[in-house]
């Protein structure tokens, strides 16, 4: 492809970085309609989309930086789990306790549910967090054994 088109380093990652920005705002203005839980889904979702901005921009920066990279790859995948875990949660399976949709907003029964329900979303983040790390520290492991340097 750089044959047809040749680009500088890093012109890639401003690209997405760009493409980012445009869902960073989508979102951003999508979320000042929702309220309660879902508004703090959201609001946690703009947080991951405004990490992957600044993790694209870095790699624009420093194309050849292993660390930013593997950053960016781990806050494009925190934000894809994140749309799951969303969905799952509001609208399937896993709705907290108090809370139920109604018609098509979240509505929790007390302050209490509703705040259970965030610190339930904490929790979530942070399993998924914890996941992605595991999963790209045993990768890491896997791959410096297999094709590392002694």
């Given at each position: 492809?750089?044959?047809?088109?040749?680009?500088?380093?890093?012109?890639?990652?401003?690209?997405?970085?760009?493409?980012?920005?445009?869902?960073?705002?989508?979102?951003?203005?999508?979320?000042?309609s929702h309220k309660g839980l879902e508004g703090y889904y959201h609001l946690i979702l703009v947080l991951l989309?405004?990490?992957?901005?600044?993790?694209?921009?870095?790699?624009?920066?420093?194309?050849?930086?292993?660390?930013?990279?593997?950053?960016?790859?781990?806050?494009?995948?925190?934000?894809?789990?994140?749309?799951?875990?969303?969905?799952?949660?509001?609208?399937?399976?896993?709705?907290?306790?108090?809370?139920?949709?109604?018609?098509?907003?979240?509505?929790?029964?007390?302050?209490?549910?509703?705040?259970?329900?965030?610190?339930?979303?904490?929790?979530?983040?942070?399993?998924?967090?914890?996941?992605v790390l595991v999963a790209v520290v045993v990768s890491y492991g896997y791959a410096a054994s297999r094709h590392?340097?002694?």
């Open positions: 492809m750089f044959r047809f088109l040749p680009l500088p380093e890093g012109a890639l990652c401003l690209i997405a970085a760009t493409a980012f920005c445009a869902e960073y705002l989508l979102f951003y203005f999508h979320s000042t989309i405004g990490l992957c901005v600044v993790s694209s921009v870095a790699g624009a920066l420093l194309p050849t930086s292993f660390p930013v990279d593997l950053t960016n790859g781990i806050a494009i995948t925190l934000q894809g789990l994140w749309f799951y875990q969303t969905a799952f949660s509001l609208y399937g399976p896993m709705m907290p306790d108090g809370c139920q949709l109604t018609g098509d907003q979240i509505a929790c029964g007390s302050a209490a549910s509703r705040v259970r329900g965030e610190l339930l979303a904490n929790f979530q983040l942070f399993s998924l967090v914890l996941g590392g340097r002694s």
